[in-house]
């Protein structure tokens, strides 16, 4: 197996020329956010089919690429279409987009996603903080000869979720009227939706959302140091919780919906971080 921090660095390499500036804050855009970069004046993009060895999004809908524009004054790297493990790759390759966003020189992770609720307080268009997360139905991408210039084999996962962030997301989202809930994120292998039964284990373990990635993420960037925040849109709620069966349509139309508002949430706090 080719060493992990290897791969990592001929992918800098292969695309260090591309980069305009040294990100600040990286920005992954899930369902909902896909059009996100398209706001701000691009400064530069990187599709991820020509950085050597790069996994490829197969997902219908999700563009692959790098995108670098400042969103206010603070230089940002986003990724415009993730990697997920259901695509059948390695969760080293899964991972490797934001170890490489971390490599550019981003601090600061702002991880987003559309997910299932499985809190019976929760509704459609609702959006979550992400406060902790359950990662453990995935294998970690840690697994493999541990790189000490990436970080520590055993790496402390107390607080995943900077502190600091979370006040600021809340404090956003109260000034722009936006309603936040908060919650335990946790993350599935997919693609199939889950069973009611496995709703109702999310539930039984202490889950408000359920999803099919971030958390394998996360898990990779608090491994590299970053200071880490998340915002799930639900964007319904989990199987059996409502009598209407699930669609990667309705999922994703109902992203959509509330998407002006996530971008209003997701830009305004990125530039509370960086104030
Ligand atoms: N389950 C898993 N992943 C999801 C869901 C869901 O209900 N909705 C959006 N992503």
Same mark, same amino acid.
């Given at each position: ?23 600040? @804050? ?69 991972? &490797?987009?934001?170890? $490489? ?10 991880? /987003? ?55 600021? $997301?809340?404090? @956003?989202?109260?000034? &722009?009227?936006?309603? &936040?809930?908060?919650? @335990?994120? &946790?993350?599935? /292998? ?86």
């Amino acid at each position: 197996m080719e060493q992990v921090f290897e791969k990592l660095e001929r992918c800098l390499e292969s695309c260090r020329d591309r980069i305009p500036f040294v990100p600040k @804050t990286a920005l992954v855009l899930g369902s909902g956010l896909g059009d996100y970069a398209e706001h701000f004046p691009v400064e530069g993009e990187i599709p991820y089919r020509e950085i050597e060895g790069f996994p490829v999004s197969t997902v219908q809908g999700h563009k692959g690429r790098f995108v670098f524009a400042h969103v206010g004054e603070v230089p940002v790297v986003m990724m415009q279409g993730r990697v997920h493990y259901y695509e059948g790759y390695p969760m080293t390759d899964v991972v &490797l987009p934001i170890r $490489l966003m971390r490599r550019m020189g981003a601090e600061i992770l702002f991880l /987003t996603n559309a997910a299932g609720g499985v809190n019976y307080d929760f509704q459609a268009g609702d959006f979550m903080m992400i406060t902790d997360q359950i990662s453990s139905f995935v294998p970690s991408p840690l697994i493999g000869p541990n790189s000490e210039k990436l970080g520590p084999r055993f790496p402390d996962m107390s607080r995943i979720y900077d502190r600091d962030l979370q006040e600021i $997301l809340r404090n @956003t989202a109260r000034e &722009l009227g936006i309603p &936040l809930r908060e919650g @335990t994120y &946790l993350q599935l /292998t997919g693609p199939n939706f889950e069973s009611p039964h496995e709703v109702k284990m999310c539930r039984i373990l202490g889950a408000d959302a359920v999803g099919m990635s971030t958390a394998c993420e996360a898990v990779a960037a608090n491994h590299m140091g970053m200071r880490i925040c998340g915002i799930s849109c639900i964007s319904n709620l989990a199987c059996g919780m409502t009598e209407q069966p699930l669609s990667h349509q309705e999922v994703q139309e109902a992203a959509d919906r509330v998407a002006p508002l996530f971008r209003q949430l997701v830009t305004e706090s990125i530039r509370n971080m960086c104030r």
